[in-house]
C-alpha cells in the first residue's frame, strides 16, 4: 500500500492505496465517486473514461501510481466546465440516454472533442467517439447532442 | 653517423608508408566495413524493424496494430494527423510515460505512430521488403532529414526504440516477445551497417 495525493475536480484528495491499483477502482471504491463506469476493464469500450491532464483516459488500466500530479476530472466534476456543461446540457435536450452505464464516458470524450475541435465535422465526431460502446445503440442521439453542443459552444464563444 | 642517418630516413619512410596505408593503426581501430559486411549488418537491422515490437506503429494504414499477430488495435483508435490519435481516443489516453504491468497496457514517452512515409508495410499488412525499407531508412526526405549518424543515435537513445527491448507484460501476465537480438547488437549493427556507408539491398 501507498498514500497518493491526487487532484479530483480541483480538490486535492488523499488515498492509501495498492499502486497497482487502477484509477477507476481509486475514484469508485475510495471517492466513492461512482458516475465513472466499470464497462470492459481492458479499456475496450470507454465507459471508464475520465480527463487525465486533459485528456481522456481510460481510467481502467491506468495504475494509481502512474498518475503523478495531473489534474483528474470526472463526469462528477464535468459541469464546472463551459465545454462540458454545454455538453450535459445538450444530452438532456437530446434525450440521449438509454440505459445510461456508457453516457459518463460518452460525454467526457464528447468534452475532449469539443474542447480541441470546436466545430467537429462527422469524420471528427466518429473518430473520437469511435472508442466509445453504448450497447442501447444510442449513437444517433450522441451525435446529435455533440453537433448540437458545438453549436452552443461556438455561439458563446467558449 | 652518415649509417645512422641513412637507417633513421630509411625507418621513416617506412612507418610514412605503413600510416598512408592504414596498416600502422592502434590496436582498438578497426578497418572500415566493407560493403558486404555493411549489407549483411543491414539484414540484422532489417529483421528488428520488422519484428512486431517496431513494424506495429510503423503500418501503412490508418491505425496501429497489437500483438505478434499484429492484429488491428482495439477500441477503433485511428493515427489522427499527428500520429498520436485523436482528442476522444488519444494514444496517451491508455499509454502512459511507462509500462503498466499490473492493467499490461505498454507505455512509453511520447508514444505515437511513425508517420506514413516513415512506413515498413504494404497495405495488405506485409513487411515491405528489405531493399524497399532500407532506402526509405536512408532517404533524407522521407527521415526527418536523418544521415548515417543520425539514424545510429536514432536506434541508439530514441526512447520508444528501446522500448521494443522493455515492452513489458501483456494482460495476461506474460512478457510480450522481443525483437530477434539485443538492443546493443541491434546498435552495433547499425554502426557497421553506417560505417559502411549504409548500403542497400538491390
Not at chain 2, 515491405?128 to 543515435?153: E, F, I, M, W, Y
Request: proline share 7%.
Amino acid at each position: 500500500m501507498a498514500t497518493y495525493q491526487i487532484n479530483v475536480n480541483g480538490q486535492q484528495r488523499e488515498v492509501n492505496v495498492h499502486p497497482s491499483t487502477p484509477l477507476l477502482w481509486v475514484l469508485r471504491e475510495d471517492l466513492k465517486m461512482t458516475g465513472t463506469k466499470y464497462g470492459c476493464g481492458i479499456s475496450a469500450c470507454g465507459a471508464c473514461t475520465v480527463h487525465l491532464g486533459g485528456i481522456a483516459t481510460r481510467s481502467c488500466i491506468v495504475p494509481i501510481s502512474h498518475v503523478g500530479d495531473r489534474p483528474i476530472v470526472t463526469i462528477e466534476g464535468i459541469s464546472q466546465d463551459v465545454v462540458g456543461r454545454a455538453v450535459q446540457e445538450a444530452w438532456v435536450e437530446e434525450d440521449v440516454v438509454q440505459c445510461g452505464y456508457c453516457q459518463s464516458g460518452q460525454i467526457m470524450s464528447a468534452v475532449a472533442l469539443l474542447k480541441h475541435t470546436p466545430k467537429p465535422t462527422e469524420k471528427n465526431i466518429e473518430e473520437s467517439m469511435g472508442g466509445n460502446l453504448c450497447r442501447c445503440g444510442t449513437y444517433p442521439r450522441i451525435r446529435a447532442a455533440i453537433k448540437s453542443a458545438a453549436m452552443q459552444v461556438t455561439k458563446g464563444g467558449a | 653517423m652518415p649509417k645512422i642517418r641513412a637507417g633513421l630516413l630509411v625507418s621513416a619512410i617506412v612507418v610514412a608508408f605503413a600510416l598512408a596505408s592504414g596498416s600502422f593503426r592502434g590496436a582498438g581501430a578497426e578497418e572500415t566495413p566493407s560493403t558486404a559486411q555493411g549489407l549483411a549488418a543491414w539484414g540484422q537491422v532489417y529483421s528488428v524493424l520488422t519484428h512486431p515490437r517496431c513494424i506495429n506503429c510503423h503500418t501503412a494504414t490508418d491505425y496501429p496494430q497489437q500483438g505478434d499477430d499484429r492484429r488491428r488495435h482495439v477500441a477503433n483508435v485511428v493515427r489522427g494527423p499527428e500520429g498520436k490519435g485523436v482528442p476522444g481516443l488519444n494514444c496517451a489516453g491508455c499509454h502512459q510515460e511507462t509500462n503498466a504491468d499490473s492493467t499490461g497496457v505498454p507505455g512509453g514517452h511520447n508514444w505515437h505512430l511513425a508517420p506514413l512515409e516513415m512506413r515498413w508495410q504494404d497495405i495488405n499488412d506485409r513487411p515491405l521488403s528489405s531493399a524497399a525499407v532500407c532506402r526509405q531508412l536512408t532517404d533524407r526526405s522521407r527521415n526527418h532529414n536523418l544521415d548515417g549518424p543520425g539514424l545510429l543515435k536514432h536506434h541508439e537513445e530514441e526512447p520508444l526504440v528501446k522500448w521494443a527491448w522493455s515492452p513489458g507484460r501483456r494482460p495476461d501476465g506474460t512478457m510480450r516477445t522481443l525483437p530477434p537480438m539485443s538492443h546493443d547488437e541491434f546498435v552495433a549493427a547499425t554502426r557497421r551497417w553506417v560505417e559502411a556507408g549504409t548500403p542497400c539491398p538491390k
